[in-house]
């Protein structure tokens, strides 16, 4: 069934409630489409006034029999009663809890000697000496000359400069002389497997006399050591001047600078 | 009111004839609330007992019948949601002799009206009780219910939609 719209539905309800003859003429002339459902209405209001709620009996109304109701105990007598209980069982807790604490205190708990408690023991410390904290050093690159191939070569009987020049060119660089340098004559043997270019370079050095710088960009200077400290020179070791190791490129040492020739400038 | 005055003046006999006067308005109002004969007369003598003890209280600004109603539906609403309402298997007119008593102005109770009634609330029964079968106004209800008019129409209205919805459910 369609839904029916409020004000007939509260219609229909006022006229389920009292049918008036007229009024339900009058409805069912305007609203014939509800007329079923009015009819239903009226029918249902019918059997429910119909329906007897009246009490079962045939005699007089039964006595009136007074009964304890649920809310009785609101009544103040009650209240009053109630609270009455609660006072006397906060004077009854009130005066059990003074007793007691008075028997306690009457009575005390004897206090027991104790042995003295060993110290405890504590076991030696051993502190360990601080460590020295080091930050972890990064890889140090590979320096140039590191990076020369190593090579081979054999000469016999040859000048010095020759020799230079042979390794020069197998090992890829160029070759700077220093004025000066043609005082050295001598005449190299040379039979060189797997070594790297400025080891034979310094090898030809503490020979001969004279230092080998690398200067970068595959260029290589050679110095003549001075004639008055040429021992010097030799005596210096790998470590003890680092910092004028092959490869590594320092500023001229002064000693070496000395040793220029007077006419080389 | 002048039985009350009587009653209040001391007079016990006076509160037995307002007890006569209205035992069948209480007690159908009980019963279709809880409906069940029973407890509709226990609950009758509840709510006797309670307007005995608070009579006092009735301030004579409206009907004694009106308060009597409003004692009474709001007795009966809290027994039945006490009880839950039993689904006893009795009719309402139960063995009432109604049939034999030869009264041809009211049908036979229909077992469908009692199965839908069920289906509601209490208050949805309270208020079809005062409407269709003590045959209180829209004003009367409000007072009995404490409501106003208005809230009384709505409530009525939505009472009856709900026991007509239960009802042709109970009739298919």
């Known amino acids: 069934m369609s839904r029916i719209p409020p004000d007939v539905d509260r219609l229909m309800w006022a006229l389920a409630d009292d049918p008036e003859p007229n009024a339900l003429d009058e409805f069912e002339r305007r609203y014939p489409a509800y007329v079923g459902e ?4 009226i029918d249902m209001v019918r059997r429910m006034r119909g329906t007897p709620l009246k009490p079962d009996r045939h005699g007089p109304v039964p006595p009136f029999r007074p009964v304890p109701t649920a809310t009785d ?40 000697e ?22 972890p050093r990064p890889a140090e690159p590979r320096s140039e000359t590191e990076q020369l191939a190593p090579l081979s070569i054999r000469l016999e009987g040859v000048p010095l400069s020759v020799a230079l020049r042979a390794v020069a060119e197998q090992a890829g660089l160029r070759l700077v002389l220093a004025p000066g340098f043609d005082r050295i004559d001598a005449t190299v043997d040379l039979d060189l497997r797997e070594v790297r270019p400025m080891e034979a370079f310094e090898m030809l050095g503490r020979q001969h006399g004279f230092t080998a710088f690398y200067q970068g960009n595959r260029e290589v200077l050679v110095i003549p050591a001075a004639p008055s400290r040429p021992a010097a020179a030799e005596s210096r070791t790998r470590e003890e001047r680092p910092a004028e190791l092959p490869g590594e490129s320092p500023p001229l040492p002064d000693d070496v600078r000395r040793t220029e020739p007077p006419g080389g400038q | ?63 004694f019948s009106t308060w009597l109603f409003r004692v009474a539906v709001n007795r009966s609403i809290q027994q039945a949601r006490k009880v839950k309402y039993k689904a006893r298997q009795v009719p309402l007119d139960e063995a009432s ?41 829209l ?29 042709e459910e109970a009739s298919a």
């Open chain 1, 38 to 41: 009015l009819g239903k209405r």
């Open chain 1, 73 to 112: 105990w609101t009544r103040p007598a009650w209240a009053a009663a109630f609270g009455v209980l609660l006072l006397a069982l906060a004077a009854a807790s009130y005066f059990a809890t003074r007793w007691y604490l008075r028997r306690e205190a009457a009575n005390p708990v004897p206090i027991v």
């Open chain 1, 114 to 135: 104790q042995p003295p408690l060993d110290p405890p023991s504590v076991p030696d410390i051993v502190f360990a000496p601080p460590r020295r904290f080091e930050a």
């Open chain 2, 1 to 63: 009111m002048l039985v009350i005055e009587r009653f209040l003046h001391g007079e016990s006999a006076a509160f037995e004839q307002l007890y006569r006067k209205y035992y069948d308005k209480v007690f159908a109002i009980a019963k279709g609330v809880l409906l069940d004969s029973d407890e509709a007369a226990d609950a009758v003598q509840e709510i006797f007992t309670l307007v005995y003890r608070h009579l006092r209280r009735f301030d004579r600004r409206s009907r």
């Open chain 2, 97 to 137: 002799g109604r049939e034999s008593a030869g009264d041809d102005h009211e049908e036979p109770a229909d077992p469908r009206i009692q199965e839908a009634l069920s289906k509601l609330p209490p208050a949805d029964r309270a208020i079809l009780t005062l409407f269709y079968w003590d045959e209180l106004s």
């Open chain 2, 139 to 167: 004003q009367e209800i409000g007072a009995s219910m404490g409501c106003s008019v208005n809230a009384a129409k709505t409530r009525l209205y939505r009472a009856r939609e709900r026991f007509r919805a239960a009802y």
